[in-house]
C-alpha cells in the first residue's frame, strides 16, 4: 500500500509571512498533483509534476517534485487571507494494479490571519 | 467551476433510506471516480469507472452501489446506510485512467449526513 505523509497537518500564519508544506512517500510516484480545497467545495487542482526534480510557480506557489519522485513540496511566498484552505497532495501511479489511483496525503489546513 | 456537478449538495436521510447522489462531468472524460471524504482522513478511493466500466471497487460495502449510464453520468445509490457513512462524497472525472498525468478534476461533493 503507497502511502503520502503530508506535514504540517496544522498551519496558521500571519499574512506576509512564507510557508513550506511537504509531502514524502517511501514509493515513486509517475506524477504529483497539488489541490487546494475550501470549505464546502471540491479540490481544485493547482498544479502537476512529473519529472524528477522539476519546479513549477503558479504567482506566489512554488511546486517541486524531489528528484528521485517520492517527494514534493510547496512553498508559499508573502502568504494572503486568499490562501487560507485544505492543502493537498496525491500521487499517481503509472502500473501495476494501482494503475489509474492517485494516492492521497491527509491535507494540510492553512490559515492565513490578517 | 470545474465542469463537474454534483447533486444534491447536501443531503440528510436515515438509516432506512434509500437516495442517489448524481455526478455529469462536461469535459469530454472518459474515467469517473467516487472518493469518500471523512473528517481527519485522507481522501478514500471508492469506485473507478472507464468507458462505463467498473475498473475499481476498493472493498466497499454493497449497500453503496454505483452505476455509470455513459462517460458522462455517473450515480451512488445509497441504502440502509450507516451513521459512520455520514461524510462528503466527491465525484471526479479525468481524461482516462491511462493519462500519464492523472489529472483529476473533482465535483463540489454531496455533505450526506446519516441520522
Known sequence: TQLLEQSP???????????????????VFSS??????????????LVTVVTGGEVKKL???????????????????????????LYLCAGANAGGTSYGKLTFGQGTILTVHP | ETGVTQTPRHLVMGMTNKKSLKCEQHLGHNAMYWYKQSAKKPLELM???????????????????????????????????????????????????????YEQYFGPGTRLTVT
Open chain 1, 9 to 27: 497537518q496544522f498551519l496558521s500564519i500571519q499574512e506576509g509571512e512564507n510557508l513550506t508544506v511537504y509531502c514524502n512517500s517511501s514509493s
Open chain 1, 32 to 45: 504529483l498533483q497539488w489541490y487546494r480545497q475550501e470549505p464546502g467545495e471540491g479540490p481544485v487542482l
Open chain 1, 59 to 85: 504567482k506566489r506557489l512554488t511546486f517541486q517534485f524531489g528528484d528521485a519522485r517520492k517527494d514534493s513540496s510547496l512553498h508559499i511566498t508573502a502568504a494572503q487571507p486568499g490562501d487560507t484552505g
Open chain 2, 47 to 101: 469506485f473507478v469507472y472507464n468507458f462505463k466500466e467498473q475498473t475499481e471497487n476498493n472493498s466497499v460495502p454493497s449497500r453503496f452501489s454505483p452505476e455509470c449510464p455513459n462517460s458522462s453520468h455517473l450515480f451512488l445509490h445509497l441504502h440502509t446506510l450507516q451513521p459512520e457513512d455520514s461524510a462528503l462524497y466527491l465525484c471526479a472525472s479525468s481524461q482516462s485512467s491511462a493519462d500519464i498525468s
